[in-house]
């Protein structure tokens, strides 16, 4: 409690602080977390789930208290019945007369074994109620780590597009300043002016891709459209972080994963189903103390003045069921619905096994392309400088200009491309795993 206290400060004092400075919200990808974790619906409607759950528990247990209650009647004969035996008749009461009673019924289980189960079945729903809390958490982390990346990589890239942009535009006013004064063929003007233009069209699109990408995290984030998202960080920045995983799988490796304990958990609750229904076979003992005061036939209302008696009883009943076909066909299907969940378990343990290989496989294939892009991109960056020099010199053409601009950006893209998906597969795999170390 005390660390979702701090959470929800440091995101109140974040969220007031972007009030003030103009709806502008710089964001690291914690604050991005914590924020959809303190205002996303989903994580409410979650924990109030548990709370429900909670709730059942106490009405589970509260069978077990002592039923207490009272009734209080008063009846008016106008015709009291007759009654004829052998030719003898006599009344069964006086005509217009009042009978009271005050009733008093106290009632407590002495052994009811259903309830026993049924109580420990609640503890058992809150357990799952809060693994599907955690699951939610463990849902949303990994959609707004991937929201947060990717609007990283479309940022990245239309910084990348915009300076590619730039320098076409620069090369084209320099083409078309040499063109002017006959130094160049209109081949070349033509050439740098398709290529400024193409790399304008890249661009438009390319902020198109940021400004969904920035929609979407906010949703995720659950907070106002309105407010302008940024992220003062770039992917190559998490470079050094990029680490192999550990390819050699563990038996204990998805002892985390939300979806297998789910899995148990239903199983144990169906274990608790099955221990319910077996009570339908036992005995239930109840203890019931009746307590009553009654006036008979008064001829008047005043009924502080009637003669009242009381009366008391107690009562032990024992409830012994003997046959109901129904039982045991109910036992049969709850057997049968748990091998069914032994085998989807089995089958949902290989799936994530695969799972986990592939975005380990991932992470290293794309550690390994992030070595070989980084060098493509310096590669590229002195191609371009050559061709610079060579068309500037007059023995390149403005066609090797502009593919070595284009190779360039490639590169620089790809190079971005890489560690995003390094990135992502590895959230992947934190939340395959149920990783909480966001």
């Known amino acids: ?46 924990d109030k789930d548990v709370e429900l759950k909670k709730i059942a528990d106490e009405e589970a247990w509260q069978a077990l208290l002592p039923e207490a209650s009272a009734t209080a009647t008063i009846q008016h004969t106008l015709l009291a019945a007759e009654m004829n035996l052998g030719g003898n008749k006599f009344k069964m009461g006086k005509d217009n007369t009042n009978t009271g009673a005050l009733a008093g019924t106290l009632s407590i289980p002495l052994f009811a074994p259903a309830v ?29 780590t991937k929201a947060f990346y990717q609007m990283l990589l479309a940022q990245d890239s239309y910084k990348v597009m915009q300076e590619s942009y730039n320098t076409s535009k620069e090369n084209y006013d320099v083409v078309k300043a040499k063109f002017d004064v006959g130094k160049v063929s209109e081949y070349d003007k033509i050439s740098a002016e398709v290529q400024m233009r193409s790399m304008n069209s890249s661009l438009v699109s390319t902020q198109t891709g940021l400004t969904l990408a920035e929609l979407q995290l906010k949703v995720l984030m659950g907070i106002d459209p309105n407010v302008k998202v940024s992220i003062d960080d770039r ?3 998490y470079e050094n972080g990029l680490q192999l995983p550990d390819m050699q799988a563990s038996a204990s490796e998805l002892d985390g994963n939300s979806t297998l304990r789910q899995i148990d958990m239903n199983r144990a609750i169906m274990e608790r189903a099955l221990k319910i229904q077996r009570t339908n076979f036992m005995p239930t003992v109840a203890f019931v103390l009746n307590g009553q005061y009654q006036s008979l036939y008064n001829s008047n209302w005043s009924l502080w003045d009637y003669d009242w008696s009381p009366s008391a009883s107690f009562t032990i009943s024992v409830s012994i069921p ?35 290989e592939s975005y380990k496989q991932n992470m290293a294939s794309s550690i390994a392309q992030t070595q070989s892009n980084k060098e493509a991109v310096r590669q590229a960056d002195k191609a371009v400088s050559i061709a610079a020099k060579r068309y500037e010199v007059g023995r390149g053409t403005i066609l090797e200009l502009n593919q070595s601009e284009v190779a360039l950006t490639s590169a620089q893209l790809t190079y971005n491309q890489s560690i995003y998906d390094y990135l992502v597969a590895k959230a992947s795999l934190d939340y395959t795993l149920g990783r909480e170390n966001y």
């Not at 991005?32 to 979650?46: F, G």
Request: hydrophobic share 40%.
């Open 235 to 237: 992917l190559e920045n």
């Open 1 to 46: 409690m005390k660390t979702v206290k701090t959470m929800l400060l440091s995101v109140s004092t974040l969220l007031a602080t972007t009030a003030i400075h103009g709806q502008q919200l710089n964001l690291t990808l914690r604050q991005a977390v914590d924020i959809a974790l303190a205002e996303n619906p989903t994580i409410k409607v979650a």
């Open 322 to 356: 003997i046959f109901r076909a129904s039982n045991w066909t109910k036992l049969k299907t709850s057997k049968l619905q748990l091998s069914q969940l032994d085998d989807n378990r089995l089958n949902t343990e290989r799936q994530l096994t695969m799972a986990v």
């Open 116 to 144: 026993y189960q049924n109580m420990k079945l609640t503890k058992q729903d809150i357990e799952l109620a809060q693994e599907k809390a955690r699951s939610s958490r463990l849902d949303l982390v990994n959609q707004v």
